[in-house]
């Protein structure tokens, strides 16, 4: 009978259902195993009587079935690559006290190959051990105790494990790959070690020579702050992140240099600075263009229109013994550092650079002026007194 096409639509009665997704489905189906003591991966504490009585029945199981039934978990998890998964399982299958020992190295060494994936090297050593203590004859504890072997870089020990399997199974082919395998990671490794060894006396040979290199300059003074002095079998020009380095080409120092602008508290620094370069030359190439901080129109930080100070202070001596001191920017940076009032103070030199006019250079001056005029005057009121 062909259907009637005058007669009303189906019209649903209430809201529409709502879509479910696959994953939605699988969450759910989940969450229903949860609540089923055999599915259920986290026990609850009490009070669920299904998860009581098979607790007593699995109780009632002979340790060594339990131990089994761990084991087979493992294997499992193993399998799918859920390692940590897997290291639960074995762990609790060796908690159960038997006398199957074939099952006991079986779990002992399955255990240490999940710390192999795990990279657990030293735990792997030790499963390996416990196992050939209880049985010598296992190739397995032997196979995956060299393998920890050769990432802990023990080749000795690896060559031993791999010996005492090939006694007792002289064309394991496997083994004699792991054989080669060690000696190849060995090779590497001693190769790596002579690497290092001559990247350390290289290291030893550039810091004799720089020593040599700054000693001769016998007029440089170097100071450390209270944080640095404490720093034990360093050179005072070792004791910063930026160091000074010699240039074996020329045998000039290259040293690293801070450029200070008090007005607007921004500094520039420059890695190497060549102790035959004069400051204005170096300036030039720093303000080359005007800093971010200056007018872009009218820069008044130009290499013309700046002059350069550092503060003079004793060694040993704190803030308040700092003076002023112009210096000339034709000078070599080796002239201004031999100068005997400059004291390189944490391993790397520092210059002030402020406008050569303005109310901002003038009171910054007159303040250190001030400074020294206070100081002195309170030296000659000490020498006044009587003693």
Not at 93 to 115: C, F, K, M, S
Request: charged share 30%.
């Amino acid at each position: 009978m062909a259907p009637n096409e005058d007669a009303p639509a189906t019209v649903p009665i209430g809201p529409a259902a709502p879509t479910v997704t696959d994953s939605e489905r699988l969450e759910k189906l989940n969450q229903d195993l949860e609540s089923i003591p055999l599915f259920m991966t986290q026990l609850p504490d009490e009070g669920n009587e299904a998860v009581e009585a098979l607790k007593t029945l699995a109780s009632e199981e002979p340790p060594e079935e339990m131990a089994a039934t761990y084991k087979g978990e493992g294997n499992l998890s193993f399998k799918r690559g859920r390692y940590h998964d897997a290291l639960k399982h074995y762990t609790h299958a060796l908690e159960y006290d038997h006398d199957n020992v074939d099952l006991r190295v079986t779990l002992l060494t399955n255990r240490a190959a999940v710390n192999l994936e795990l990279e657990n090297y030293g735990r792997v050593l030790q499963d390996c051990s416990s196992a050939l203590k209880l049985k010598s004859q296992t190739p397995k504890a032997l196979f995956r105790a060299a393998k920890a072997c050769i990432m802990l870089s023990k080749f000795a020990e690896a060559h031993e494990c791999c010996d005492w399997v090939l006694r007792m199974d002289p064309g394991n082919a496997e083994l004699l790959r792991l054989q080669d395998e060690v000696r190849q990671a060995q090779l590497k490794f001693e190769e790596r070690g002579r690497a290092q060894e001559e990247r350390e006396r290289q290291r030893l040979a550039r810091r004799e020579m720089l020593r040599r290199a700054v000693e001769i300059r016998s007029r440089l003074t170097f100071d450390l702050s209270p944080e640095n002095a404490k720093k034990k079998d360093l050179y005072p020009w070792e004791v910063s992140e930026h160091q000074v380095e010699l240039d074996h080409d020329t045998g000039h120092l290259l040293w690293p240099v801070a450029f200070l602008y008090p007005e607007s508290k921004e500094s520039d620094f420059v890695q190497h600075f060549d102790e035959s370069v004069t400051l204005y030359d170096m300036l030039a190439q720093v303000l080359s263009n005007p800093p971010p901080w200056d007018s872009q129109s009218a820069p008044r930080y130009t290499v013309d229109n700046v002059d350069t100070y550092f503060m003079a202070r004793p060694v040993g001596g704190v803030e308040k013994d700092e003076r002023l001191v112009k210096v000339s920017s034709k000078l070599r940076l080796a002239s201004i550092l031999d100068n005997p009032k400059y004291v390189i103070l944490d391993g790397f030199p520092s210059f002030l650079v402020l406008p050569r006019a303005g109310p901002f250079t003038e009171q910054y001056i007159e303040h250190y002026r001030q400074q020294r005029l206070t100081q002195e005057a309170a030296k000659q009121t000490v020498a006044a007194e009587p003693s």
